[in-house]
């Protein structure tokens, strides 16, 4: 049974530098009064190696900057100038209806919930091992043709 735990939280954390999650492990030991699971200390590797604090209303300024300096025409440049997930989340909103947008607060509002749950994603992306991410999406894709077929 030992061996099958020490393999099991190998397999866990191969992905990453024994440094890294020797730190979260330290981390979460002064911090709770609960032995750690490996979600937990995923979750520490991932705010040390990745940390995203909630910046959607500092992302939402640089967007806004972004409409006054290319305006509405010159929508690639202006999605160029934002991060990866800024520009997610403009392009879900569209970046032609947060220019043309006669009350810039419901674009506002939707900017920040969508750019929230991108960075929910991506976070929890960070956690899972692309391993996997990678083995969930062959069984889905898998599951897709089978379901495709019987169509």
């Given at each position: 049974?030992?061996?099958?735990?020490?393999?099991?939280?190998?397999?866990?954390?191969?992905?990453?530098?024994?440094?890294?999650?020797w730190l979260a492990v330290e981390q979460y030991i002064?911090?709770?009064?609960?032995?750690p699971t490996i979600a937990d200390i995923r979750e520490?590797?991932?705010?040390?190696t990745h940390p995203e604090?909630?910046?959607?209303?500092?992302?939402?300024?640089?967007?806004?900057?972004?409409?006054?300096?290319y305006g509405s025409y010159n929508e690639g440049?202006?999605?160029?100038?934002?991060d990866d997930m800024t520009r997610q989340a403009v392009k879900?909103?569209?970046?032609?209806t947060i220019c043309m947008s006669e009350n810039i607060g419901v674009e506002?509002?939707?900017?920040?919930?969508?750019?929230?749950?991108?960075v929910a994603r991506i976070h929890e992306e960070n956690i899972i091992p692309k391993s996997i991410i990678d083995q969930v999406l062959k069984?889905?894709?898998k599951n897709n043709l089978i379901e495709s077929k019987k169509e």
């Amino acid at each position: 049974m030992r061996d099958m735990a020490i393999d099991l939280w190998y397999r866990a954390f191969k992905d990453q530098e024994f440094k890294t999650v020797w730190l979260a492990v330290e981390q979460y030991i002064h911090m709770s009064h609960f032995p750690p699971t490996i979600a937990d200390i995923r979750e520490r590797v991932v705010k040390i190696t990745h940390p995203e604090p909630d910046n959607s209303e500092e992302k939402w300024l640089e967007v806004l900057e972004a409409v006054r300096k290319y305006g509405s025409y010159n929508e690639g440049d202006a999605l160029r100038s934002l991060d990866d997930m800024t520009r997610q989340a403009v392009k879900a909103i569209g970046y032609k209806t947060i220019c043309m947008s006669e009350n810039i607060g419901v674009e506002r509002a939707h900017f920040y919930k969508t750019h929230k749950a991108i960075v929910a994603r991506i976070h929890e992306e960070n956690i899972i091992p692309k391993s996997i991410i990678d083995q969930v999406l062959k069984i889905q894709n898998k599951n897709n043709l089978i379901e495709s077929k019987k169509e």
